[in-house]
């Protein structure tokens, strides 16, 4: 079975710029997850989806980031502009269900410079 | 507010040792908790998943126990490895819906 695909593993931009990750969850997984971890921390919640609908973005910093599940399958977090703290491993993460066991991939490590 | 807290942050132990890595959570009403290992520059491994009906779980050498009256889970590993070295991380899902983490134990293996 395969995994969670995250794409690109490394993006590096300069402040104010614009940037979009790319997420293709294990097959049949209903539940998407973005996480946000900064270095040295847990991950944070940034957005969930069940199917194509969102069921939690209250940690999404709104007037930069969205994020969408187009035919609840893949989905795509972007951020615009980007500031020096959006630095961190975005993880993108399924579930079965949303109380299944999550699986997650490889992340994005993003360097705002 | 619904937290997650890992203790300590760092953990360095001897080969061979049995070892156990704390999570404490702020609200019994949990769905169900999992454990998870992250190795430098990767994903997250999943580990074990405990429903908040069961009080353990077991997978070769890992068990992770339950307490929701104290707000408490263990993962128990027993005769560690160096290859056991990664960070743990909990994480508990509360109300069946958000997942939330801990800030993990960053555990070192000496060989």
């Known amino acids: 079975e395969a995994g969670v695909a995250q794409s690109p593993r490394y993006k590096i931009i300069e402040k104010r710029q614009s940037v979009a990750f790319w997420c293709n969850p294990i097959s049949g997984h209903a539940t998407l997850y973005w996480y946000q971890q900064i270095l040295g921390q847990g991950p944070k919640l940034l957005i969930q989806f069940q199917n194509n609908g969102v069921v939690d973005d209250s940690q999404l910093p709104k007037d930069r980031f969205s994020a969408e599940r187009l035919k609840g399958v893949d989905s795509t977090l972007k951020i615009q502009p980007a500031k020096l703290e959006d630095s961190a491993v975005y993880l993108c993460a399924s579930s079965y269900l949303k109380d299944s066991m999550a699986f997650f991939g490889q992340g994005t490590r993003l360097t705002v410079v | 507010k619904q937290e997650v807290t890992q203790i300590p942050a760092a953990l360095s132990v001897p080969e061979g040792e049995n070892l156990v890595l704390n999570c404490s959570f702020t609200d019994s009403a949990i769905y169900n908790l999992q454990w998870f290992r992250q190795d430098p520059g990767k994903g997250l491994t999943s580990l074990l998943l405990?429903?908040?009906?069961?009080r353990e779980q077991t997978s070769g050498r890992l068990n992770a126990s339950l307490d929701k009256s104290s707000g408490r889970s263990t993962l128990y590993i027993a005769a560690s490895q160096p290859g056991d070295s990664a960070t743990y991380l909990c994480a508990v899902r509360f109300g069946a819906q958000k997942l939330v983490f801990g800030q993990g134990t960053r555990l070192t293996i000496n060989p």
């Open positions: 405990i429903q908040s009906s069961q």
